[in-house]
T-cell receptor, first 112, second 117 residues
Framework: AQRVTQPEKLLSVFKGAPVELKCNYSYSGSPELFWYVQYSRQRLQLLLRHISRESIKGFTADLNKGETSFHLKKPFAQEEDSAMYYCALSPAFFQGAQKLVFGQGTRLTINP | GAGVSQSPRYKVAKRGQDVALRCDPISGHVSLFWYQQALGQGPEFLTYFQNEAQLDKSGLPSDRFFAERPEGSVSTLKIQRTQQEDSAVYLC???????????????FGPGTRLTVL
């Protein structure tokens, strides 16, 4: 079974502090991992994906297959980072479909 | 260009009523997904279309849920005899490709918030 776990429903840090949003997954194959973000009054949008190995808005995430984790990190949080963050996985090639399996989400609040 | 649009944005139904939720994907996108997001939860997959073919409906919770995409663009999610547990935000997403080496980016609509009284 495919499952994504985000252990923290709420996370609050001060501006300028480092932030880490945790994500663990279970899947027998080699999934693709993503972070999606939803800012206030906006729609869900892709933040980053593990295969791109990019830094988006200062965020990075490294896939650790040994620990089955894909934690999202940023060294210096900014107030505009306040949002709902969802970790998601895509099972490899399910009949050509790449449905997403989402975690429950973490609401990140950056305090001034 | 225009993103994914959904209508209505809000729907209130009495228990037992039928509802129809519409999704207009980004023009030219082959893949279309429906997700259900209950309060405080992440989105959960319902069904997937590749053009007009419904290739995966494993996430539909009961036979009261039905989805179609007859011409390979606009899709409708229909819920018959609504129940209170159907109350949720229904999200539609589309992506350009049907498959490939890696998962294509899914672009989400604003969602339809369904409340069943």
């Amino acid at each position: 079974a495919q499952r994504v776990t985000q252990p923290e429903k709420l996370l609050s840090v001060f501006k300028g502090a480092p932030v880490e949003l945790k994500c663990n997954y279970s899947y027998s194959g080699s999934p693709e991992l993503f972070w999606y973000v939803q800012y206030s009054r906006q729609r869900l949008q892709l933040l980053l994906r593990h295969i791109s190995r990019e830094s988006i808005k200062g965020f990075t995430a490294d896939l650790n297959k040994g620990e089955t984790s894909f934690h999202l990190k940023k060294p210096f949080a900014q107030e505009e980072d306040s949002a709902m963050y969802y970790c998601a996985l895509s099972p490899a090639f399910f009949q050509g479909a790449q449905k997403l399996v989402f975690g429950q989400g973490t609401r990140l609040t950056i305090n001034p | 260009g225009a993103g994914v649009s959904q209508s209505p944005r809000y729907k209130v139904a009495k228990r037992g009523q039928d509802v129809a939720l519409r999704c207009d994907p980004i023009s030219g996108h082959v893949s279309l997904f429906w997700y259900q997001q209950a309060l405080g939860q992440g989105p959960e997959f319902l069904t997937y279309f590749q053009n007009e073919a419904q290739l995966d409906k494993s996430g539909l919770p009961s036979d009261r849920f039905f989805a179609e995409r007859p011409e390979g663009s606009v899709s409708t999610l229909k819920i018959q005899r609504t129940q209170q547990e159907d109350s949720a935000v229904y999200l539609c997403a589309s992506s350009y490709r049907a498959g490939g080496i890696s998962t294509d980016t899914q672009y989400f609509g604003p969602g339809t918030r369904l409340t069943v009284l």
